[in-house]
């Protein structure tokens, strides 16, 4: 079974190198807008390393065989959002400006990687529906920074903003729906590590 392959030590092992480095280059990645961030809103810019760094914690305690349920409500609702967000981005420079660098077509994949290791785990997580709404505050609060505050990742799509943070609240509410789907409501499936 495709779920039992997920809960083997080396996997988790092999998943949490993959998104510490992710992580990393991540934030690296936006080294330079966080340069010209004001302080108070340095913790909501950087949406995709957050993202896969609240995965590290929900692997790091599968590795120690528990759970911790606020991450993993964290995890999965922002690695959806912010995986399938960043496909779409790019997609969308692609169609827009006619090009994409190599870096945009990784970031297609690493993102789209990201929302499917979310969605794989779900049977082993351990959210309980304070944790979501928990998820739900800081995910539509982090919407309310990037595009009230204009603190959203920067693209090449600037003339799109006002649709972009559209998509972006509709997805949020998307990423809540389909983890209270999977995690939350009754008689759902879950296993244990």
């Not at 991540?26 to 995709?48: C, R």
């Not at 304070?130 to 920067?154: E, S």
């Amino acid at each position: 079974m495709f779920q039992m392959f997920l809960a083997q030590r080396w996997v988790l092992w092999s998943l949490l190198i993959v998104n510490v480095a992710g992580t990393i280059y991540g934030y690296e990645w936006y080294g330079w807008q966080l340069a010209d961030t004001p302080s108070i809103f340095l913790i909501f810019v950087p949406d995709s390393p957050t993202a896969s760094l609240f995965f590290v914690f929900v692997l790091i305690a599968f590795l120690l065989k528990t759970n911790w349920p606020i991450f993993e409500a964290l995890a999965i609702v922002t690695l959806f959002k912010y995986g399938v967000w960043a496909v779409v981005m790019n997609i969308l420079v692609l169609l827009v400006h006619g090009d994409l660098s190599w870096q945009g077509y990784m970031l297609i994949f690493s993102h789209a990687a990201m929302a499917i290791q979310g969605l794989l785990y779900s049977p082993y997580y351990k959210i309980k529906l304070w944790h979501l709404m928990l998820a739900a505050v800081w995910t539509l609060h982090n919407d309310i920074i990037d595009y009230v505050f204009f603190m959203y990742p920067r693209y090449r799509l600037e003339e799109y903003i006002a649709y972009i943070g559209y998509f972006t609240f509709w997805l949020s509410i998307f990423s809540l729906f389909i983890t209270y789907i999977l995690c939350v409501r009754k008689n759902r499936t879950q296993l244990t590590l």
